[in-house]
């Protein structure tokens, strides 16, 4: 019998939405969906399971079920919130955290109204979504112009000597941020050429972005105000960033 009910989330591995799509949602909060018996086919057999649902017609299993269907063993580690599906996890060469690396900002401006993984009195949030990591600069108030850069260019740079292949992660305005019409971009910028620029974007906005990197061994990150000058600031971040 097909049931709807309403399921509270508190974990994020108690219903791991991994096989068809995906699902964002709050830490706290609750969905309506329809719970019912899901049959799935993996690799010509089939497997059922009691605890997947329906939401928005598409169906969600538990990610230990649907890595034992494939057979793969499914492992938890809490303290990194890392799900492994088969073997160990890869050596710590294959993704870097951007977070983890030192940076500098070349106009003078490290330290002040830049962060690192969080703001100091928040997380990094767009459109509802919750990033767990990134770079941030809560202090942009004034249009971008080359000719006065110590004053109007917030930029990360950090030395990447060539070790990796792709840049991704999501460039974006904190939902938070106090300034609502200001319009920004994101450019990304390997030994000074613009490998990325995003498109305007005001606060709750972002863009998922892929950047190839190769041989790169400077890269710098740089939000610019475009559009909306004023003395409210913007929050700006560039979330879930990982080197590959």
Do not use: C
């Amino acid at each position: 019998m097909v049931k709807k009910s309403k399921l509270g989330f508190v974990s994020g591995f108690v219903l791991g939405s991994i096989f068809f799509s995906s699902l964002a949602l709050a830490a706290t909060g609750s969905i309506p969906v329809t719970m019912q018996p899901i049959k799935f086919v993996v690799d010509g057999k089939l497997r059922e399971t009691n605890d997947a649902f329906l939401y928005n017609g598409v169906p969600y299993a538990p990610v230990s079920f649907v890595g034992e269907a494939a057979g793969k063993k499914v492992s938890w580690d809490p303290n990194a919130s890392t799900v492994t599906i088969g073997g160990p996890a890869a050596g710590t060469g294959s993704e870097t955290r951007l977070s983890s690396l030192k940076y500098d900002m070349p106009y003078g401006l490290k330290n002040t109204q830049s962060v690192i993984d969080n703001w100091e009195n928040g997380v990094f949030s767009a459109g509802g979504t919750v990033y767990s990591h990134g770079v941030g600069y809560s202090a942009i108030t004034s249009i971008a112009a080359d000719k006065f850069s110590k004053t109007t260019r917030q930029v990360f740079k950090f030395e990447l000597d060539g070790k990796y292949k792709e840049l991704s992660g999501v460039v974006a305005i904190d939902d938070q941020s106090p300034n609502k019409q200001g319009e920004i971009i994101w450019r990304i910028i390997g030994d000074g050429k613009v490998l990325h620029e995003s498109p305007r974007m005001k606060a709750g906005q972002s863009q998922l972005v892929k950047v190839n990197v190769t041989g790169i061994k400077s890269l710098q990150l740089e939000p610019r105000m475009v559009a909306g000058e004023t003395k409210s600031k913007i929050h700006v971040f560039f979330g879930n960033t990982l080197l590959k």
